[in-house]
């Protein structure tokens, strides 16, 4: 039931800008909240942000204040990650997963209700 789609990475140079986008069903947006993660090969998945799907609490790594912003988009069904003054170290395939906005905020994985097929960030110049 839960259905969602990433789009928006792409190779970027250091300090450069880039946009994500996750399109969620109606019904995934409506009910839950949509969180990032992020991965490299070999290292487990972590959290990076996430936005509520009531009253739009949000939540950052600490890696990340002051540079992404995460936002919804109701009519569109989406949610953004924008992405500013970005390092090598942000490279990585870039998911988004709906679940309960605890869930989403303490990085409990497993108990999150559905995923995207990720989408790869490359910061480099």
């Known amino acids: 039931q839960v259905q969602l789609a990433e789009s928006g990475g792409g190779l970027v140079q250091p300090g450069g800008s880039l946009r994500l986008s996750c399109v969620a069903s109606?019904?995934?947006?409506?009910?839950?909240?949509i969180g990032w993660f992020r991965q490299v090969p070999g290292k487990e998945r972590e959290g990076v942000a996430g936005?509520?799907?009531?009253?739009?609490?949000?939540y950052y790594a600490d890696s990340v204040k002051g540079r992404f912003t995460i936002s919804r988009d109701v009519a569109k069904s989406t949610v953004y990650l924008q992405m500013n003054n970005l390092a090598p170290e942000d490279s990585a395939v870039y998911y988004c997963?709906?679940?309960?906005?605890?869930?989403?905020?303490?990085?409990?994985?497993?108990?999150?209700?559905?995923w995207g097929q990720g989408t790869q960030v490359t910061v480099s110049s």
């Open positions: 997963a709906a679940g309960h906005y605890t869930y989403l905020k303490e990085a409990r994985v497993q108990y999150l209700e559905g």
């Open positions: 109606r019904t995934t947006f409506d009910y839950y909240a």
């Open positions: 936005v509520s799907s009531y009253n739009d609490l949000t």
